[in-house]
């Protein structure tokens, strides 16, 4: 069908993006009356919905019906009745009707899911990585009548932890600049590091610090309010990239293989490679093997955590990275 579609994808940033500019682009040619939008729909609204795409435009040729959050998520515990709503796509959507949904992460095992592709138009709007984020940034500042050097970019990759929506943000304030070149200098004094980059930089420092170091650092981090939870995650991310990269540096695998698999940027491939380096293939695995004890504790209830009970979490943590140097 070529006129029933369905944007998915984590990029919220570029989807968001591609959708404002499908509405603003309709609007010219027939009007903002003619787009209806449904969010977070409920049950008693899918005949509202099957309405809206059944109904004519109003003094125009064409309506624009969007839909977000269909299909659902794995996640979503209500799940909806969509059988109605697929019948009238079938059997009785109109030509004068553009139809799209807008699910980011659908669950790709559901029936209606299914129904969308085989009949829509998929476009897909994957978090970029590595090269590809890179790429995209360069291309960004140009479209904001900039220029950004490779340097600069991998910065603001690196403070904005790969967050693509973040990483647009800040390259549209950082365009604002009196200055027809973003320099790195640019980027260390007008973006602030994320959540995420703050602990890549505490975690490029194992094997390389003193427990004492990664202790002091990881406490910084607890007391300026950073989630235990995702501190934890972060720890695991890291040594899961370090098995992957010493995996690979002891089979002999040259930097360009190293980059295509770890999918990162260079510069980050580059600093997890050094790290690797630094530290045994036994140490790795019995750190990660430590962190899943640890994640199983959590899970379990073994390790008390809440908001009010955070301590033997961190205690663990703690326990965990002077491990390292034992």
């Excluded at 603001?156 to 950082?174: F, P, T, V, W």
């Excluded at 002091?216 to 990239?241: C, H, N, T």
């Amino acid at each position: 069908m070529s006129n029933l579609y369905l944007f998915t994808g984590e990029n919220f940033q570029a989807l968001n993006e591609k959708l404002s500019f499908w509405k603003k682009e309709f609007e010219k040619k027939h009007s903002e009356t003619n787009i209806e939008q449904f969010v977070d729909v409920k049950q008693n609204q899918v005949p509202t919905i099957i309405n809206g795409i059944e109904s004519q435009p109003f003094l125009a040729e064409k309506r624009m019906i969007i839909i977000r959050d269909l299909p659902q998520s794995a996640e979503k515990k209500a799940k909806l009745d969509l059988d109605h709503l697929q019948s009238s796509l079938e059997k009785s959507l109109p030509e004068s009707s553009f139809v799209i949904f807008v699910s980011a992460k659908p669950d790709k095992r559901g029936r209606f899911y299914k129904f969308l592709k085989k009949s829509a138009t998929i476009q897909e709007f994957p978090v970029l990585k590595g090269v590809q984020l890179r790429s995209w940034i360069l291309q960004r500042a140009q479209q904001l009548g900039k220029t950004i050097d490779s340097q600069a970019a991998d910065l603001l990759m690196y403070s904005c932890a790969d967050n693509n929506g973040r990483i647009a943000g800040e390259l549209d304030k950082l365009s604002l600049l009196d200055a027809p070149h973003i320099t790195q200098e640019h980027v260390k004094r007008l973006v602030d590091m994320t959540p995420e980059a703050k602990i890549f930089q505490a975690l490029d420092k194992i094997g390389s610090e003193s427990p004492q170091y990664l202790l002091k650092a990881f406490d910084q981090l607890v007391r300026s309010g950073e989630a235990l939870p995702l501190i934890f995650f972060m720890i695991v991310r890291q040594f899961r990239l370090l098995l992957q990269v010493k995996s690979l540096l002891d089979s002999g695998s040259p930097p360009a293989v190293i980059q295509k698999r770890i999918k990162l940027a260079p510069f980050q491939v580059s600093m997890l490679t050094n790290q690797a380096r630094g530290l045994s293939l036994a140490v790795l695995k019995k750190a990660y093997r430590q962190l899943a004890e640890i994640d199983l504790q959590i899970k379990t209830g073994k390790i008390p955590f809440s908001n009010d009970k955070t301590a033997p979490f961190q205690i663990k943590i703690d326990q965990f990275l002077y491990s390292l140097h034992e």
